[in-house]
Each structure stands twice: as C-alpha cells, then as structure tokens.
C-alpha cells in the first residue's frame, strides 16, 4: 500500500513551547488528510479535515488557534501545537487518501508528544 | 453523521480457534467500511474494505469480513487465530458523498496460546 511518513515519532517539549509534527505521502498525492489525537486506551479522535490548498476543517471542541493546521502540497501537512501544556500529551496520527469516497486512508506511525 | 459502534471492548480466544471482532455502523446511503490494525505505539495499518459487490470481504494476514445491510454489520472474522493478531482493531466508515473517516472505539484483541 501506498506510505505515509509522520515525524518525529516521539517528541518532548516544556510547557509554554510550540511542537511542529509532520506528515508526508510519499508514493502518492493525498487530496486530503486527517489529523487524530488518541488517548490512551481510547480510540482516535478526529481532529480536522484538511485539504490541499484550502482551510483546515476542525471537529467541534478542537481550538484551531492551538492546533494549527497547514497543508501546503499535495504531499505534506502540518500539524502545530502552539503553547503546549501537560494536558496536550498524547499520541497524534495523521492519515491521507487520494481521491475520494472508496479509498483507504493510509496512516502515519503516529508521534508521541509529551509535554514537560 | 455516519458513526460506528464496536460492542466490545476486548475479546480473548485461543490459538488455532476461530475469532470475530465485531462492528455495527450507520450511515446515509451506501456505506464504504473499513478495518484496521494497531499496534502498541504505532499508526493503523489497513486491513480490508467494502466498497461494493461481493458481502465477503477478503483482506491481509488472513481476516475476511462481512457485510450485511440489514443488519448494518461489518463483522471481522479469522478461520484460525494467531498469537501475533493480538492488536487493537478498528471499524471505520465512510459515506459515499464525503471523505470523513469516523472509527469505532476499537476492540482490543488478545489471542493466548
């Protein structure tokens, strides 16, 4: 299947600082691409919808001024959290597709955040 | 919105005995579903997808799964279990019309030897 490169994989910042984590397709063009957050034991939480070139679509309750979402090119999103607190730790997996409907997403390896 | 109900939270079986991870899903109109697998520490991997056609679904390392409208079920099954299944599962749905990705709460599955 097609690859989907998120980095870092684990990352560790203090609290008040800003975290970028990346997401690229490496193989294909991902029209959109989507950031989750997953708490321990817990399923994934879609975070936003972002398409390239366009607005980050976010799900209810999530700040969009402290997540900020930037998809750039077809082949790269970014997921920032800005002013990060302990309470942002938590484990962040961006998937993407190409085209629409009946395709599978295709998943990073997710990024590890914990905040000091 | 389309949602998705996994009723189980953990399901343990033997090795070499048949498992089912179950799925239940809503959506408007016709429904793209999907599993996948999650292992400690790392993204999803996909397993298989119904889009159309045939309700038997084959997919990777063996798992199949079923889809039955009228029971809005897309069940995931393996004739004989393996150690190394054991893994988090997820059920996902897709509306035709929209490329919103809505998971399930996932069933962790344990398979003891």
């Known amino acids: 299947g097609a690859v989907v490169s998120q980095h870092p994989s684990r990352v560790i910042c203090k609290s008040g600082t800003s975290v970028k984590i990346e997401c690229r397709s490496l193989?294909?063009?991902?029209?959109?691409m989507f950031w989750y957050r997953q708490f321990p034991k817990k399923s994934l939480m879609l975070m936003a919808t972002s398409n390239e070139g366009s607005k980050a679509t976010y799900e209810q309750g999530v700040e969009k001024d402290k997540f900020l979402i930037n998809h750039a090119s077809l082949t790269l999103s970014t997921l920032t959290v800005t002013s990060a607190h302990p309470e942002d730790s938590s484990f962040y997996i961006c998937s993407a597709i190409q085209g629409v409907g009946n395709t599978e997403a295709f998943f990073g390896q997710g990024t590890r955040l914990t905040v000091v | 919105a389309q949602s998705v109900a996994q009723p189980e939270d953990q399901v343990n079986v033997a090795e070499g005995n048949p498992l089912t991870v179950k799925c239940t899903y809503s959506?408007?109109?016709?429904?793209?579903l999907f599993w996948y697998v999650q292992y400690p520490n790392r993204g999803l991997q996909f397993l298989l997808k119904y889009i159309t056609g045939d309700n038997l679904v084959k997919g990777s390392y063996g798992f199949e799964a079923e889809f039955n409208k009228s029971q809005t079920s897309f069940h995931l099954k393996k004739p004989s279990a393996l150690v190394s299944d054991s893994a988090l599962y997820f059920c996902a749905v897709r509306a035709y019309n929209n490329n919103d990705l809505r998971f399930g709460a996932g069933t962790r599955l344990t398979v003891k030897p």
């Open positions: 959506v408007s109109g016709n429904p793209y």
């Open positions: 193989d294909f063009q991902a029209t959109t």
